[in-house]
């Protein structure tokens, strides 16, 4: 077998890898690059081979990192079978075609600036119709169920733990080799899925690396820490903005109001949902309760918290620009890369009694990042934004495993397989690297875009 590296090459997102075996062609995953001055550029690129010849494409989990360049793979001319879990195929409904709507949305933004400058006009990466035609490649699979994207190459997909449906992918062929893909890996202490399964016996691990570098705080630590920020926040009645990801972290934020109601004084505010993506996401999880921890009370559904407010149009979500204090507002993007958050963080950042809960990872480059790292001026669509708002970085939410979490499922695989560092960027894989040193395991790579690797 040869894998070649395509994409989250010592960086996150844009996960693709390209396995060969047998004559045949397997892509693991096919995601979008997300943040960074050239990220359009980037997704708008060429692949690096032709889309016709992939023979299958085995999709870890739905997050546009990982799923969002399909829709483009099958428009370029890819006939094949998507296989996925049957949640990552409900979610990828609904995320691609939210994806197509801001690549739409973004092509026009840009065709606008480009007439009054007599340039030529660009087109989305794929618009509505390609999605649909996308969404029809998609063949639903279970957890731990072996199945053939291609004759003599055995796939199964088995539980990560990071969000709804996650998987990292076990592909076997009959000579015996065998690699294993991570995707995206989850806490052992995440408080609505279960933890990652054990991995198996393999030659090669693909291993992603986001948090390769740091440890997670504990989740007694962050409730306290989220409860503080809150009771701070009630003393001089700001508005709490939280970006958060549509899909995963917004339902754990809902799980841990309901679960901390009492303990947070949350009867005090009114929070609001407003992401129609995330009220969709949240009935998706409501269908396949199954998949989440069975020892959590989630009351009748993930929206029922007593004073959850939804907003689902677009003038709901404008009439939270009136409220001054005592709101909680949970929004999407995670990264503040686009949709409703940025407007609220364009009527709010600037006070100094708001307070912004970062729930999640901030790509490089992302107005999320930017807030982390300390800007004290930020620029929202052409306004110069002063930063008077208290920033929080709430590091144990992450759904991404960290450094011990990543040690731990490596050391799971019988044997001593090689182990290939993928999505992470190089501070974060040079720490694990280490790490994976000092605990016996000194076979470790950190390939490069275009990389291959021999199995």
């Not at 003038?315 to 507002?329: D, E």
């Amino acid at each position: 077998m040869k894998v070649t590296i395509l994409g989250a090459a010592q960086e996150v997102t844009g996960s693709c890898h390209l396995l060969e075996t047998r004559g045949k062609r397997i892509l693991l995953d096919c995601g979008l690059y997300q943040g960074g001055a050239d990220s359009h550029e980037r997704n708008a690129q060429s692949f690096s081979f032709d889309p016709k010849t992939i023979d299958a494409v085995v999709l870890s989990h739905a997050h546009i990192d990982h799923s969002g360049r399909l829709p483009h793979l099958v428009k370029r001319g890819f006939s094949g079978k998507i296989f996925a879990h049957r949640a990552t195929r409900d979610l990828c409904r609904i995320m691609l075609r939210d994806s197509a709507f801001l690549q739409e949305r973004g092509a026009a933004w840009e065709n606008r600036k480009r007439q009054r400058k007599h340039l030529k006009l660009i087109q989305p990466l794929y618009n509505q119709k390609d999605v649909q035609i996308c969404m029809r490649k998609f063949k639903a699979v279970d957890f731990d169920d072996w199945f053939e994207p291609v004759k003599g190459v055995r796939v199964r997909l088995r539980s990560a733990g990071h969000i709804l449906g996650a998987s990292f992918v076990e592909v076997s062929e009959e000579a015996g080799s065998a690699i294993i893909f991570s995707g995206d890996l989850g806490s052992y202490t995440a408080p609505l899925l279960e933890p990652p399964k054990a991995s198996g016996a393999c030659d090669l691990m693909l291993v992603e690396s986001t948090y390769g570098n740091r440890l997670h705080r504990s989740m007694s630590e962050t409730w306290k820490e989220i409860g503080e920020i809150l009771s701070n926040a009630d003393a001089n009645r700001g508005n709490i903005l939280i970006p958060a990801f549509a899909v995963g972290r917004t339902q754990q934020i809902l799980h841990a109001f309901h679960s901390h109601f009492e303990e947070w004084g949350l009867n005090r505010w009114k929070v609001f949902l407003d992401s129609p993506l995330a009220i969709e996401a949240c009935e998706i999880h409501d269908r396949h309760r199954s998949l989440l921890r069975q020892d959590i009370d989630l009351g009748p559904n993930l929206t029922s918290l007593k004073n959850l407010h939804i907003s689902k149009t677009a003038k709901q979500s404008m009439a939270l620009n009136n409220v001054k204090s005592g709101a909680i507002i949970v929004a999407g993007s995670g990264m503040c890369e686009g949709g409703r958050i940025r407007h609220h963080l364009k009527h709010n950042l600037w006070r100094d009694n708001c307070h912004v809960l970062i729930v999640g990872y901030q790509a490089g480059g992302t107005l999320g990042r930017r807030l982390v790292e300390g800007a004290k001026r930020v620029s929202i669509w052409g306004e110069a934004i002063q930063v008077g708002a208290k920033i929080h970085t709430i590091g144990g939410l992450s759904a991404h495993a960290d450094q011990n979490d990543l040690i731990r499922w490596i050391q799971d695989a019988p044997g001593n397989p090689q182990v290939a560092l993928v999505h992470g960027e190089p501070e974060s894989q040079e720490g694990l690297q280490a790490a994976l040193g000092d605990a016996g395991i000194s076979n470790v790579i950190r390939p490069t875009l275009g990389e291959v690797i021999t199995v």
